[in-house]
């Protein structure tokens, strides 16, 4: 039997490069430039959250409560793509969008004809790297006529939006510093922003702004110091670095601001959410407590020169895969008697969160939802009042939420009209410890692309406890700080949420189907059975008069295997929803939950080989694709995998990156016997499910693609 331990988080994903001459020259008080708020601004969906508040709010209302229930499938487009987490944006009838490879799209929105589509041939130069992250993509951008799309091989293009053809191709991320990428990028006065990711792997995390029209890198913002020695980019990773200890620099340390980035025109600033600490095991950058500015936290920087404003920590001295990378959302609330002009956010600890735009003072935070770290959060010091233990020095901790998060990056929305905020909340605990073998992890192999986490943690679930390991929708009262209404449901890592005038809240689930409710109370008016597990949320525009609702439905990073969601069987597809549509869905296979495994029980396996191999597919991420050795919605059940199966294809395959088309990272850095052990964990798996004994499939609990 082999023991299947290491739950890691992923995705999770770094001074200052100040440039005296663009600052000067980018002073707030030229002329505004146009953002994709200007564009179109009541009928389309422009941005990444629709405008740059974030509130994935649309004021249309032809769609409403009243009618909701005759909305119908316009039209359904089948897409070569495995993982569809993007939120599509939608500019005077055309929807664009990124798949999971970095293909972006566009499509006529009334008749959904593909118009064009450009392969940016993802990880061609890079193929070692592309097992940085899994192959997915939240999301493209759109500013005067051209649609930009961050790669995760460290590429910003931009595509002319009638044509597809590349305008420009620039670098955002530092060549070979274990960065990657999987967020939209958001446009303001003319630039482009875009942050990393890899924490878990020893990258630093930094944004980075470029011209939206030639590419060229204005600024870059890094969120955690860099290695004393060579000097800090500015005073902010100066005062920061003093929240430090050890030699964090050595493992990257971490903050990468992968996914939630808003721009906020009032007071001209990026409001930058940051990600965990990187190792997770604080040993290596926090002994006696050290706070590590700026991690898990949202950090204030002028929009024009990338200069440091203001910070809110969420979780000093992070130990738990703790991130503040969720979207932001931008809104005037009536606090405490007086209007003022706050952010939202909901970051993975559990608690919500009110903070003033103006200096960054916490204004409120209560839990959403089952926590156990703190009890509060002490508005007056803005510190969490936590709970003994909880840092796992002496003995294992059992914590809520786990590293997933009550909330991840899946979008929530807030609709001013109802005044509440339509959270995707998930249920469950991990248990952290130290061990001498976890820790290792940090230090081994040192230059070898590998995971370093440096901690034991394994999910848990209570079984006692019917919401653990399940996620609800969570209509959240922001100024009273209250639950109006939830929806549970039987899955976990359902997908994001999107609101209108007409009174309206959507949501998919991993099960596959899309509901809409009424947002005033929760109820249920309208449903659609997609066929398959849903990650992105929809959003809605209107052309000529008639409004659509448009949704990516392809289940893949965050979803897959439990429900029945197996790559290369279910289509994925962009489906669009109109009033009194009478389309139908194309025929689609039923959720597959069959395992076939190629095995030939002539084949000797040597336990020794097993164990070390098993080692290999943590540490060199395949299972952030290929689950535990189970059914993934990702990547093929290499349990089933007829190269797999050939030694010597196999090997192939690994030295030389044959796939890297189909997002198969090169592993030429593996030596020949490390190749031969990771082939026989491979084989040892197929020859249990050959046994029946199919272990991680069957209960579904893959450990691995977390963020
Ligand atoms: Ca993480």
């Known amino acids: 039997m082999v023991q299947r331990k290491l739950g ?58 009243g009618n909701v229930d005759k909305l119908g499938l316009a039209w359904s487009l089948d897409l070569d793509e495995v993982s569809l987490e993007a939120t599509p ?32 041939e993802l990880n061609k130069d890079n193929p070692r790297e592309a097992r940085l992250t899994m192959n997915i993509n939240r999301g493209v951008a759109y500013w005067d006529g051209k649609v930009y799309i961050a790669l995760k091989d460290g590429r910003m293009v931009a595509v002319n939006a009638k044509t597809g053809e590349p305008v420009w191709i620039s670098r955002f991320l530092r060549a070979g510093d274990l960065s990657t990428s999987t967020g939209a990028p958001r446009i303001f006065n003319g630039k482009i922003i875009i942050g990393n990711s890899g924490a878990e792997f020893g990258a630093r995390g930094y944004v980075t702004t470029l011209d939206a029209q030639t590419g060229k890198m204005l600024w870059r913002f890094f969120t955690v110091p860099g290695d004393p020695a060579k000097g800090f980019e ?233 919401l653990d390991g399940k996620g609800s929708l969570l209509a959240w009262d922001p100024v009273a700080q209250k639950l109006r209404w939830r929806v549970d ?50 959003i809605t525009f209107s052309v000529k008069g008639k409004q659509y609702i448009s949704l990516l439905v392809g289940a893949g990073g965050t979803t897959g295997g439990q429900q029945g969601w197996k790559y290369g069987v279910h289509p994925r597809r962009l489906l669009t929803f109109a009033l009194d549509a009478k389309g139908k869905l194309p025929s689609t296979p039923a959720p597959d939950f069959s395992i076939n495994p190629l095995d030939d029980p002539s084949i000797p396996i040597d336990p020794r080989k097993v164990e070390r191999g098993q080692k290999i597919f943590y540490g060199f991420m395949c299972s952030m694709c290929h689950s535990d050795l189970a059914p993934s919605a990702l990547a093929p059940d290499l349990r089933e995998s007829a190269i797999a199966f050939d030694r010597d294809a196999f090997k192939d395959l690994l030295r030389h990156g044959t796939l890297i088309s189909r997002g198969m990272p090169q592993y030429d850095d593996l030596t020949d016997a490390e190749m031969d052990d990771l082939y026989y964990f491979i084989r040892e798996g197929a020859r249990q499910a050959t046994n029946g004994d199919t272990d991680a499939a069957q209960k579904g609990q893959s450990r691995t693609p977390g963020y």
């Open 8 to 65: 890691v988080s992923w995705r999770a994903q770094a001074t200052t490069l100040v440039m005296a001459a663009i600052i000067s020259a980018c002073s707030s008080s030229v002329s505004r430039i146009a953002t994709s708020d200007d564009i179109g601004a009541r009928d389309n969906w422009p941005g990444h959250g629709r405008d740059s508040d974030e509130q994935r709010f649309s004021p249309l209302q032809q769609i409403n409560a």
């Open 89 to 120: 944006i939608e500019v005077d009838g055309v929807i664009y969008f990124s798949g999971g490879r970095g293909f972006v799209y566009a499509v006529d929105a009334i008749s959904g004809k593909l118009l064009w589509q450009y392969d940016p």
């Open 234 to 466: 500015n005073d902010a990773m100066a005062m920061a670095a003093k929240t430090w200890s050890g030699e964090w620099w050595k493992y990257g340390g971490g903050g990468t601001p992968w996914n939630g980035i808003s721009f906020d025109r009032e007071f001209n600033q990026i409001l930058i959410g940051t990600g965990n600490g990187g190792p997770w095991n604080g040993k290596f950058r926090s002994q006696g407590n050290k706070a590590n500015l700026f991690l898990a936290s949202v950090v204030a920087v002028d929009a024009d020169s990338g200069q440091y404003k203001w910070h809110y920590q969420y979780n000093p001295n992070d130990v738990w895969d703790r991130k503040a990378t969720s979207d932001i959302i931008l809104a005037d609330l009536p606090i405490g008697g007086q209007v003022r002009k706050v952010m939202m956010q909901a970051p993975s600890n559990g608690f919500f969160y009110i903070i003033d735009r103006q200096d960054g003072k916490l204004l409120s935070a209560e839990k959403i939802g089952k926590v156990n770290w703190a009890d509060r959060i002490d508005l007056k010091s803005g510190l969490p009042v936590e709970r003994a233990g909880i840092r796992y020095e002496d003995a294992p901790f059992t914590i809520y939420p786990n590293d997933f998060g009550a909330h991840n990056w899946q979008a929530s929305s807030y609709n001013p009209n109802t005044g509440l905020v339509y959270i995707p909340y998930m249920q469950g605990g991990m248990t952290y410890s130290h061990t001498k073998e976890a820790e290792q992890q940090v230090t081994e192999d040192p230059g070898r692309m590998r995971v370093r986490i440096g901690v034991d943690a394994a999910r848990y679930n209570d079984p006692n406890d019917p």
């Open 489 to 538: 449901y039987p899955t976990s890592k359902n997908a994001g949420t999107m609101t209108t005038a007409g009174n309206l809240v959507f949501q998919g689930n991993n099960q596959g189907l899309l509901y809409a409710y009424d947002a005033t109370n929760g109820q249920r008016l309208w449903t659609f059975d997609t066929k398959l597990g849903i990650a992105a949320p929809p």
